[in-house]
Structure formats: structure tokens, C-alpha cells
């Protein structure tokens, strides 16, 4: 089946450094992306709409300056925390919608620690 | 979307079927139910949807009421792999589009 790939699986990072996280579709191609963080124990929240070629669309209270989205080409994504604190910690974890069938894959997560 | 609830969490038996209720009690007739899971620190797996019929795949079963407004998902035979949390999720557009997770119900398979 489509694989939607996500690099690193984890890092970590000093606070005040910025961490980019890719968010791959490896056998289709997605018009759009989503991005969401889950907290320990917590559901995932949806961060935000990545839509290719086009600005990035931020849920309510996510802060666009913080999480910088790039959708460049038609296989990836990628979400970049700006000056990372502790509280950024978190899993990242992305989905894909395929352009040709419609069906909707997630990655695998990316952990963030910032110490 | 419409919203959903689930019982915060479940065990089953090893073996036995595992029934996973989920209440939609505003959902509009348009509007798909999905089931998703996730084991722990992987993202979210795809289970199965349905509009309005039954459905059942290679995983489990979903049985749909008549009036919509609840759900149920069975798997028939749980193992201790499909220990997880599995979230019922109500979404207008059948495909890929952003999906909202509630809290979800933490399902544990016992030997």
C-alpha cells in the first residue's frame, strides 16, 4: 500500500534551535498534507493544512511563525519549529491525500525532545 | 463535523471479539464514519469506514445503526497486537481531508 515516510523518526535539540521534520508520499502524489501533534497520553491535534504551491492554513491557537510548513513539490512536506523550547517537545505526525484515489495515509511520527 | 464519544477505555480477552462502541448522535446524513487506531508512539492506522451500510474488510467489521447516530467496531478475533487506541472519527468528505481526533478508547487485549 502507499507509505508516507516522515524523517527524522526522532531528534532531538537544544532549545533555541530551529528542527525541520519531512513529510514524504513515496509511491503517489498529495495535493495535500496535514500536520498534527500529539502530547503524551493526549489525542493528535491538528496543527495545520499543507496545500502545494499554495500558503500553508493554520488551526486556531497554532502559531505560524513558530511552525513554518513548505509543501514545494507534489511528494513533500516539511515542518520546520523555529526556536524550539521544551514545551515544543512533542510526536509530529503528518498525513497525505493521495491526488489520483482520495485515500488519506499517515506517517509514522516524528519525536521531538528539546532539552 | 459532527462530534463523537467513546468509552476512554476497554479490555478484551485474548481470542474473543471486541466490540468498540462510539455514539454520533449529531451526525448529518452526508457524513462518513472512520475508525482509526494507533499503537503506541506509531501514527494512526486506517481500520475501516462506512456511510450508512455495514462494512467489513480484512480487519473488522462496522455496523452502523439505522438512525446513524451510533456505531460499533468489531474485531473478531483480538490478538494482543491490536492492543491500541482506536478513534471514531465523523468527517463530510469521504477521502483525504483533514480529520479531527477525539480522545479515542484505549482497547487492551489480555492473554
Known amino acids: 500500500g502507499a507509505v508516507v515516510s516522515q524523517h527524522p523518526s526522532w531528534v532531538i535539540c537544544k532549545s533555541g534551535t530551529s528542527v525541520k521534520i519531512e513529510c514524504r508520499s513515496l509511491?503517489?502524489?498529495?495535493?495535500?498534507m496535514f500536520w498534527y501533534r500529539q502530547f503524551p497520553k493526549q489525542s493528535l491535534m491538528l496543527m495545520a493544512t499543507s496545500n502545494e504551491g499554495s500558503k500553508a492554513t493554520y488551526e486556531q491557537g497554532v502559531e505560524k511563525d513558530k511552525f513554518l510548513i513548505n509543501h514545494a513539490s507534489l511528494t513533500l512536506s516539511t515542518l520546520t519549529v523555529t526556536s524550539a523550547h521544551p514545551e515544543d517537545s512533542s510526536f509530529y505526525i503528518c498525513?497525505?491525500?493521495?491526488?489520483?484515489?482520495?485515500?488519506?495515509?499517515f506517517g509514522e511520527g516524528s519525536r521531538l525532545t528539546v532539552l | 463535523d459532527a462530534k463523537t464519544t467513546q468509552p476512554t477505555s476497554m479490555d478484551c480477552a485474548e481470542g474473543r471479539a471486541a466490540n468498540l462502541p462510539c455514539n454520533h448522535s449529531?451526525?448529518?446524513?452526508?457524513?462518513?464514519v472512520y475508525w482509526y487506531r494507533q499503537i503506541h508512539s506509531q501514527g494512526p492506522q486506517y481500520i475501516i469506514h462506512g456511510l450508512k451500510n455495514n462494512e467489513t474488510n480484512e480487519m473488522a467489521s462496522l455496523i452502523i445503526t439505522e438512525d446513524r447516530k451510533s456505531s460499533t467496531l468489531i474485531l473478531p478475533h483480538a490478538t494482543l497486537r491490536d492492543t491500541a487506541v482506536y478513534y471514531c472519527?465523523?468527517?463530510?468528505?469521504?477521502?483525504?481531508?483533514?480529520?479531527?481526533f477525539g480522545q479515542g478508547t484505549r482497547l487492551t487485549i489480555n492473554p
Open positions: 509511491d503517489f502524489q498529495a495535493t495535500t
Open positions: 449529531t451526525i448529518s446524513g452526508n457524513e462518513y
Open positions: 472519527i465523523v468527517s463530510l468528505i469521504q477521502g483525504a481531508q483533514k480529520l479531527v
Open positions: 498525513s497525505a491525500g493521495d491526488r489520483g484515489t482520495g485515500e488519506l495515509f
